[in-house]
């Protein structure tokens, strides 16, 4: 998202980057930014609008964006920054030799979520269940490296399931309903929704609903102070 600050840090990055090699944006290199902010139809209309623009190199961050720039163009190099699974997802043949116009960077792997399970086990032993909470929509990855991940054997078996929401409302309620129940655990797939829609700026402050007033008459006489009726009469709990 444009206005996340932590994208404006990699943006940035990139562009010091770029300057340290000398293409400067405006002089000895145009480029062209596009955010869609995890909407899979900005996703789907951006990436025919940058392969219309006929670039040298297009660098995709994150797996729906690779996904559509692959169904649009298998000519124009695509730097992928990064991206999931890229060989089981079909992105490229082999990491050592991708064999296509993609390339780049990964980062999330079945076993990746394995390892995620077994640290869980470890900081909380009677841990019996492991939700995954993702997007299908812009990480139906997900679904393919659970399906994945169950036909494993695992060391310290934990039942997992997948949590699928498609707005911040199912959000809510779906992480509100998984805390109801005991022993279970939640973890995050990185995907375009869900990095979205962890912006402190969309959680409304709180503030307190309940105030409670208590006084403790006992340390009150062993300290020789001696508080009157009034205050005394409007406590809502005296410990004498």
Same mark, same amino acid.
């Given at each position: 998202?444009?206005?996340?600050?932590?994208?404006?840090?990699?943006?940035?990055?990139?562009?010091?980057?770029f300057?340290?090699?000398?293409?400067?944006?405006?002089?000895?290199?145009?480029?062209?930014?596009?955010?869609?902010?995890?909407?899979?139809?900005?996703?789907?209309?951006?990436?025919?609008?940058?392969?219309a623009?006929?670039?040298?190199? *297009?660098?995709?961050?994150?797996? /729906?964006?690779?996904? %559509? !720039?692959?169904?649009?163009?298998? #000519?124009? =190099?695509?730097?992928?920054?990064?991206?999931?699974?890229?060989?089981?997802?079909?992105?490229?043949?082999?990491?050592?030799?991708?064999?296509?116009?993609?390339?780049?960077?990964?980062?999330?792997?079945?076993?990746?979520?394995?390892?995620?399970?077994?640290v869980?086990?470890?900081?909380?032993?009677?841990?019996?269940?492991?939700?995954?909470?993702?997007?299908?929509?812009?990480?139906?990855?997900?679904?393919?490296?659970?399906?994945? *991940?169950?036909?494993?054997?695992? /060391?310290?078996?934990? %039942? !997992?399931?997948?949590?699928?929401? #498609?707005? =911040?409302?199912?959000?809510?309620?779906?992480?509100?309903?998984?805390?109801?129940?005991?022993g279970?655990?939640?973890?995050?797939?990185?995907?375009?929704?869900?990095?979205?829609?962890?912006?402190?700026?969309?959680?409304?402050?709180?503030?307190?609903?309940?105030?409670?007033?208590?006084?403790?008459?006992?340390?009150?006489k062993?300290?020789?102070?001696?508080?009157?009726?009034?205050?005394?009469?409007?406590?809502?709990?005296?410990?004498?």
């Amino acid at each position: 998202m444009e206005t996340d600050a932590e994208s404006q840090k990699r943006i940035s990055a990139f562009r010091q980057s770029f300057e340290r090699l000398g293409w400067k944006d405006g002089q000895s290199v145009h480029i062209e930014y596009r955010w869609a902010a995890g909407k899979m139809d900005l996703i789907e209309q951006y990436a025919h609008e940058m392969v219309a623009l006929n670039p040298e190199v *297009i660098l995709a961050s994150g797996t /729906p964006v690779v996904a %559509a !720039l692959q169904k649009t163009t298998s #000519s124009i =190099p695509i730097v992928c920054a990064p991206v999931n699974d890229p060989v089981d997802l079909g992105f490229v043949k082999s990491l050592a030799h991708p064999g296509g116009n993609i390339t780049g960077f990964t980062y999330i792997e079945p076993e990746l979520i394995t390892k995620w399970m077994g640290v869980l086990k470890d900081a909380t032993p009677d841990l019996g269940r492991a939700a995954l909470l993702f997007n299908p929509a812009t990480a139906p990855f997900y679904r393919y490296f659970l399906s994945q *991940i169950e036909t494993q054997h695992l /060391p310290r078996p934990i %039942a !997992l399931e997948e949590m699928p929401v #498609s707005t =911040p409302a199912e959000m809510e309620s779906a992480v509100a309903v998984l805390a109801q129940r005991p022993g279970g655990s939640l973890m995050v797939g990185p995907d375009p929704f869900t990095i979205v829609h962890i912006n402190a700026a969309d959680l409304p402050v709180q503030q307190p609903t309940k105030f409670e007033f208590v006084v403790n008459l006992r340390a009150a006489k062993r300290l020789g102070l001696s508080l009157p009726p009034n205050l005394l009469s409007i406590a809502d709990e005296v410990i004498e």
